[in-house]
């Protein structure tokens, strides 16, 4: 079953959230944009992630009614630690902290399934430009911006959404 609703979140102090709603959805909602993004700040302190769980609330409850698991997909940029950032004196956690609440903030939401992506291939792909080309870019937004990206590229590649590439194409 293609889900419901797909939520993309850039882990980190100040953590990107993506969100896409299907055509279901929209129909229920018309007001709603299909995609969305922004950024939730101080998400290394407990208010910032209190504001971040409201934030995925509200947007996994656009998918009732729930008729069962995985209607709502919940997404993470991974967090991975680069050997070839050893010279850093000072690596921050936030990130796979940040994973670590949604990961159980998503414990007793059985309609929520889990994935995750590493940074490279959704970054390589939908670059600054292809996002301008759908019309989906928010300046200032950089980690929205990024979580936007993993959404594009699940969407494109995981559930065949080609008109999304169509729209890529010269003379489109």
Not at 29 to 52: I, K, M, N, R, Y
Not at 124 to 149: C, N, S, Y
Request: hydrophobic share 40%; net charge positive.
């Amino acid at each position: 079953m293609n889900p419901r609703v797909i939520i993309w979140l850039d882990p980190g102090q100040t953590t990107g959230v993506a969100r896409w709603i299907s055509p279901e959805v929209k129909a229920s909602h018309p007001a709603l944009p299909e995609f969305a993004c922004h950024q939730v700040s101080d998400c290394d302190e407990d208010l910032g992630l209190a504001t971040l769980f409201g934030e995925l609330t509200k947007a996994s409850s656009l998918a009732v009614p729930y008729v069962g698991s995985g209607i709502v997909v919940l997404g993470y940029e991974r967090f991975e630690f680069r050997r070839d950032e050893r010279y850093r004196d000072k690596i921050d956690y936030t990130a796979p902290e940040v994973i670590g609440a949604i990961r159980a903030w998503r414990l007793s939401r059985t309609y929520v399934t889990l994935d995750s992506l590493g940074a490279a291939g959704a970054k390589a792909f939908w670059t600054d430009e292809k996002i301008k080309q759908l019309g989906l870019w928010v300046p200032g937004l950089r980690h929205g911006m990024d979580a936007l990206r993993h959404l594009l590229y699940k969407l494109a590649f995981k559930y065949h959404r080609e008109d999304l590439l169509r729209l890529l194409k010269p003379g489109s």
